[in-house]
């Protein structure tokens, strides 16, 4: 078809119009604009889900019957107002507005004239339906504007369908224009959005806001200069008790005496009202002249406040520093289980100037120290997840790997190998750890010993195995041998393949239905149908074909862990920390391991993209020259990658530093967990100096990483 | 002597890019190789040092088999043989010396790697290539900083790092201009003469060809369908170039006597 086909005026389809009036999209997929035809279907059904079930969210209104029937009316009320005014609209933009100018003008007036109308039309109609008058409003409103969109949409796919051909697709500009605005509409009742109430209730949130803002105040110690004096007194008074003794006037310090020392608690009923307790005489002296004296009222467990409603205690000291006041003693509550005297205390302040000193305070040091763990805890793991994910990336990197090839025969000694070198591996770094102790004494050897026996056996007997076979197969055995060996050692593999998937199987589907005894019971039953199924499926495959046919053995190594480090990723580092948690408990342990698993996989991921997309023409020259695996990687792949690798690393650097302040949050320890304790507390001076902290590393990293990034691409 | 039975390869999509090709090479011949795009040249010269692994068919080399070849064996026969590129194919971040050195991978120990080790050896005769193609003193410069001529300096100076007994040369010259053409080789000619090596070289220009060639197989679709000795195509003229060739064949316009 040519562009001049293309503008050509065509004629409308008159019975796809009418087929996807009846189902939305079937106009459009009977004249072959198939997927066209399943997105306004999908498009329509989700909108007229969602508003039956933004109506369906009143709690007064269950029936969705109802609400059914409510919105099919709807639905045809407001196309047929949309077809009333959109005929208005065509007949005044032929007879009045003929101008380009007026034709816009009477457009907009038009779309305004169509929301008004149908809000007010409908509303009654709501209101009848739902008949709850408060929340009617916003849900009526919501329910009308999604059930005219709907219909909107609907109306034009009919007239879509109608000049839908399988060679021309109109534009979708209106449907996706008409689309976003009913999920705007949908979606801000679906997820609450209640702008009234955020402007209502934001003040509440200014007292918070203020000490998060500017928290520094907490960060430094302050010295106090106030005039301080206590007295103490028992209360209650049992029989026979004198009390504390009675303290005398001080010369060179401020002094308060309370007479008696001994007394009985007021009493406060349900109704409030007060039965007061023993009356105090209270003199002191000492203060500073003309300067207001507060009195505080000390609980035998040390806790202060001021005793209102007892007597004044708030007033100015004398000319001489002196005062005298009565005073009864509070309703202070008292434990149940308290035993032994209970010594109240009675303080008189003078609050005096603060006086900075320069120390950070207690909370400001502990937030350092926890940024910095926060900070480290970010670096290790990326440090330790770059040189994890190196070797995978290589592993994962397609171009590289599928040069990896070898013959059926050598891969099935190979894999035999594998398995046999890596149990003698086991075996051998065992017995070589029982000599000093093993797992107890030294875990780091033992687990390095393993590690080097398990893998080095494993490759060793793989590498002597397939070649071993190989050479057997190739040079002493008949051909029918060789085929057989292939066809049973694959068979072997697949069964016991299939045997670990079969139990597998058993042990995720059942146990979710099922009860672990039929799990138990089951998995041995799958594992055999499993194993069968792989051998019968192996075979096959050996038969078919030759033992010296080459086969790809780099395609399944980059295909297992490819798929292994996707699953790895899609699982987020918050699970991954909870995960931590349970394995090490809290701590920053714990968020290192979960930064460092998500790191392997995702710069896993990133790195073997870029090796990907190196530049083959080296490789290919390096190659020719002679050059092995190990060479060609080093001369041609490295100085490819290197600089994708180094931006990927400090990226992934900046982001684990973020994840760190976060994964905190759920018990990783660091800043996060420190921020996480103190907005529980309501401590939110403290928990400001932690967002503080936060937000300048995040920023100052963020401008590093940028920097140094700059500098290497 | 190179001596190819039979090479056909199908590639995994089913394309046939060689289908029965048999020829041999006598030892300091410089052999062209002439055809359109996807005629099967790169493919041709690729399954000589296994770049590519042919589907059937037997190459031999000095009566080793190459197709046979286990990887050790491979590596030794691959030192052997020199390959430059159209694209060059040099690591445009590493320096020009570095390239060169990687023609030693097939001599030195793989582990001396790790460190980017070559013996003082190695490194002396680097300069000598490098002189002999006349950019010594490009050494240290970074390989993307280099112009195209240098480049393709720099990849037979990488070459010349195997002691090569033959060099295959994948269109060396369709990235340059005609000037660096002669340039480019004339250092190949030169090779072949002073050093003896055997050269299979694949072009497109017919008076490139007749200039260069002392013999030249013509490939179509993936089959020999021209062999000619440097009299034979010495005498040929377009209308029967255009006729192996195909109706593309072009004639460059500027000769060595052109320019000086």
Redesign the interface.
């Known amino acids: 078809m040519t562009d001049l086909e293309a503008t050509l005026p065509r004629k409308r389809s008159f019975l796809q119009s009418f087929l996807s009036l009846l189902v939305p999209g079937l106009g459009q997929a009977i004249a072959g604009a198939y997927s066209r035809g399943l997105a306004i279907l999908t498009t329509i059904a989700t909108f007229t889900g969602l508003t039956i079930w933004t109506a369906a969210q009143r709690p007064r209104f269950p029936d969705y019957g109802l609400t059914t029937r409510a919105f099919l009316l709807l639905l045809l009320e407001t196309a047929a107002i949309l077809i009333f005014i959109a005929a208005l609209h065509y007949i005044v933009r032929r007879t009045i507005a003929k101008k380009p100018t007026t034709q816009a003008a009477a457009q907009t007036v038009f779309i305004v004239l169509a929301i008004l109308v149908i809000a007010l039309i409908q509303q009654p109609l709501l209101d009848t339906i739902l008949s709850e008058e408060n929340q009617s409003m916003v849900y009526g409103l919501t329910l009308v504007f999604g059930a005219a969109l709907t219909a909107a949409i609907w109306l034009w796919n009919v007239s879509d369908a109608g000049w839908v051909r399988r060679d021309y697709a109109p534009s979708m500009n209106a449907l996706i224009f008409l689309g976003i605005a009913a999920l705007i509409v949908l979606g801000s009742r679906v997820t609450q959005v209640d702008l009234p109430k955020a402007i209502r209730e934001y003040r509440d949130t200014e007292i918070i806001l203020q000490r998060i803002v500017w928290p520094w105040e907490s960060a430094f110690v302050y010295e106090e200069n106030n005039v301080v004096a206590e007295a103490r007194i028992q209360a209650p008074c049992p029989p026979g008790a004198t009390g504390p003794e009675v303290n005398e006037p001080r010369e060179d310090e401020p002094w308060v005496i309370v007479t008696p020392t001994c007394g009985d608690l007021s009493e406060r009923d349900t109704q409030g009202n007060i039965d007061f307790g023993t009356e105090l005489d209270i003199r002191g002296g000492g203060f500073v002249p003309d300067q207001t004296v507060n009195l505080r009222w000390q609980n035998p467990i040390g806790n202060a406040f001021k005793p209102r409603g007892f007597g004044d205690a708030e007033f100015p000291a004398s000319e001489e520093g002196t005062f005298e006041t009565k005073l009864f003693i509070p309703d202070a509550t008292i434990s149940s289980t308290a035993q032994g005297d209970q010594i109240h205390t009675l303080i008189a302040i003078q609050t005096g100037e603060r006086e900075f000193t320069g120390q950070l305070s207690n909370d400001m040091k502990l937030a350092l120290q926890q940024m910095l763990v926060t900070i480290m805890m970010g670096m290790m793991a990326t440090l330790v997840g770059v040189v994890l994910s190196v070797p995978l990336s290589f592993l994962s990197a397609r171009n590289l790997m599928s040069s990896i090839k070898s013959t059926l025969q050598a891969f099935v000694g190979g894999v035999f190998g594998l398995v046999l070198g890596g149990w003698l591996g086991s075996i051998i770094a065992a017995r070589i750890s029982a000599s000093y102790g093993g797992l107890e004494a030294m875990p780091l050897l033992t687990f390095a010993l393993n590690l080097i026996f398990i893998l080095g056996g494993a490759l060793l007997l793989y590498r002597l195995a397939g070649t071993g076979l190989e050479w057997l197969g190739q040079r002493a055995l008949p051909e029918i041998v060789a085929h057989l060996i292939t066809i049973i050692g694959l068979a072997v593999v697949g069964a016991a393949i299939g045997y670990l998937l079969g139990i597998a199987f058993a042990r995720g589907v059942f146990s979710i239905t099922s009860t672990p005894e039929f799990v138990e019971l089951m998995s041995p039953r799958t594992g055999a149908i499993g194993a069968a199924i792989g051998a019968i499926f192996m075979a096959y495959y050996g038969f078919r074909r030759q033992p010296f046919d080459e086969i790809t053995t780099g395609n399944f190594i980059y295909v297992f862990v490819r798929v292994t480090l996707n699953i790895i990723r899609s699982i987020e580092p918050l699970i991954w920390a909870v995960i931590g948690i349970i394995w090490v408990g809290p701590g920053p342990f714990a968020g290192f391991i979960a930064l460092t698993i998500h790191t392997i996989a995702a710069l896993g991921k990133l790195y073997s993209e870029a090796i990907e997309s190196i530049d083959p023409g080296p490789i290919e020259a390096v190659q020719s020259t002679g050059a092995d695996r190990l060479q060609t990687i080093v001369y041609a792949v490295v100085p490819q990658i290197l600089p994708p690798f180094i931006a990927f690393t400090i990226y992934r650097w900046d982001i684990n530093v973020r994840l760190s302040t976060i994964i905190g949050l759920v018990g990783g320890g660091g800043i996060g967990f420190l921020l996480i304790q103190w907005i529980r507390l309501f401590q939110y001076e403290q928990a400001g100096i932690a967002v503080w902290l936060i937000t300048i590393t995040v920023a100052a990293l963020d401008f590093v990483s940028a920097e140094i990034r700059g500098r290497f691409v | 002597m190179l001596k190819i039975e039979n090479l056909t390869k199908v590639y995994d999509d089913g394309t046939v890019a060689l289908k029965d090709v048999s020829f041999t090479v006598e030892e300091g011949e410089f052999l062209i190789v002439i055809g359109l795009s996807g005629s099967g040249k790169s493919t041709l010269l ?1 399954c000589i ?1 296994r ?1 590519i ?1 042919p589907t059937e068919g037997k190459i031999t080399w000095n009566d080793i088999d190459i197709t046979e070849a286990s ?1 050790g064996e ?6 052997g ?3 430059i ?1 159209q ?8 320096s020009v010396m ?1 390239n060169v050195l ?6 030195v120990n ?2 001396w ?2 460190i ?1 080790y070559f013996p003082r050896k190695d490194r002396e005769r680097a300069h000598t290539a490098l002189e002999r193609v006349g950019i010594r003193e490009k050494a240290s410069n970074r390989a993307d900083a280099l112009s195209g001529g240098q480049k393709q300096r720099v ?1 037979i100076a ?2 010349l ?2 002691d090569p007994k033959m060099l ?1 040369a994948d269109e060396p010259v369709a990235s340059l201009d005609p000037v660096l053409a002669h340039t480019i080789l004339g250092y190949l000619e030169k090779l072949n003469q002073e050093d003896k090596i055997t050269v299979v070289c694949s072009l497109h220009y017919l008076d490139l060809v007749q200039r260069y060639a002392t013999r030249v197989i013509g490939l179509r679709e993936g089959r020999i369908i021209y062999e000619g000795s440097q009299e034979e195509i010495r005498r040929l003229t377009d209308e029967q170039f255009k006729q192996i060739y195909g109706e593309e064949a072009q004639r460059m316009s500027v000769g060595p006597e052109g320019i000086s």
């Not at chain 2, 694209?87 to 590493?94: E, P, Y």
């Open positions: 690729r040092n770049l692994d990887e491979l590596r030794r026969i691959r030192r043989i020199g390959m590129f694209q060059f194919n040099l690591v445009d971040r590493s570095t990687t023609g030693r991978c097939g001599y793989p582990l790697s790790l980017n990849g990488r070459a790092m195997q295959l």
